[in-house]
T-cell receptor
Framework: KNEVEQSPQNLTAQEGEFITINCSYSVGISALHWLQQHPGGGIVSLFMLSSGKKKHGRLIATINIQEKHSSLHITASHPRDSAVYICAVRSRETSGSRLTFGEGTQLTVNP | EPEVTQTPSHQVTQMGQEVILRCVPISNHLYFYWYRQILGQKVEFLVSFYNNEISEKSEIFDDQFSVERPDGSNFTLKIRSTKLEDSAMYFC????????????FGPGTRLLVL
């Protein structure tokens, strides 16, 4: 079983729709990251969170530590949001800061 | 906005050859990481580096791999004798602190071993 599971694997939406991507993890963590990977391969860090909720523009990330679950929401989605969204965790069970990654969610937003 | 840069963007090499992938971190960052992503698979941690030594490494990071910061600015990943299965995108990431800050990723180097 993967330490980090994301759902859905693929998501297609119409422009303007509200989007939710989910991440569940099985280990105790000190932080969770949401990352965006563009078609060319580059990775951009969107959020790092260890509790509660963060918002940046149309993006909102929440985390429930007790339930070991995080969600990434995109409001008023746009075709430029099309990318792979990756959840990654930093485990409390290792002393380092290595990230363990999920498989990613491929998001396609159609005009 | 400051960014992490990597060179080369693409490299094609023959099996058994040595390759060196280079990363220039954000200037005040002290913690450095290498990750790789085999085509169609998830990103995997290779190694973390601080104060001129390896802090942590994964099972993937065997004796064929090494890292160094040769001149105080570049951070390099060397693969001594490449194998076909080393073909992947290699990402450098850097952060300003060990645990409290996010990691900033470079654009990656796509390595193809023939």
């Amino acid at each position: 079983k993967n330490e980090v599971e994301q759902s859905p694997q693929n998501l297609t939406a119409q422009e303007g729709e509200f989007i939710t991507i989910n991440c569940s993890y099985s280990v105790g963590i000190s932080a969770l990251h949401w990352l965006q990977q563009h078609p060319g391969g580059g990775i951009v860090s969107l959020f790092m969170l260890s509790s509660g909720k963060k918002k940046h523009g149309r993006l909102i990330a929440t985390i429930n530590i007790q339930e070991k679950h995080s969600s990434l929401h995109i409001t008023a989605s746009h075709p430029r949001d099309s990318a792979v969204y990756i959840c990654a965790v930093r485990s409390r069970e290792t002393s380092g800061s290595r990230l363990t990654f999920g498989e990613g969610t491929q998001l396609t937003v159609n005009p | 906005e400051p960014e992490v840069t990597q060179t080369p963007s693409h490299q094609v090499t023959q099996m058994g050859q040595e390759v060196i992938l280079r990363c220039v971190p954000i200037s005040n960052h002290l913690y450095f990481y290498w990750y790789r992503q085999i085509l169609g698979q998830k990103v995997e941690f290779l190694v973390s580096f601080y104060n001129n030594e390896i802090s942590e490494k994964s099972e993937i990071f065997d004796d064929q791999f090494s890292v160094e910061r040769p001149d105080g600015s570049n951070f390099t990943l060397k693969i001594r004798s490449t194998k076909l299965e080393d073909s992947a995108m290699y990402f450098c990431a850097t952060s300003g602190s060990w645990l409290k800050e996010t990691q900033y990723f470079g654009p990656g180097t796509r390595l193809l071993v023939l």
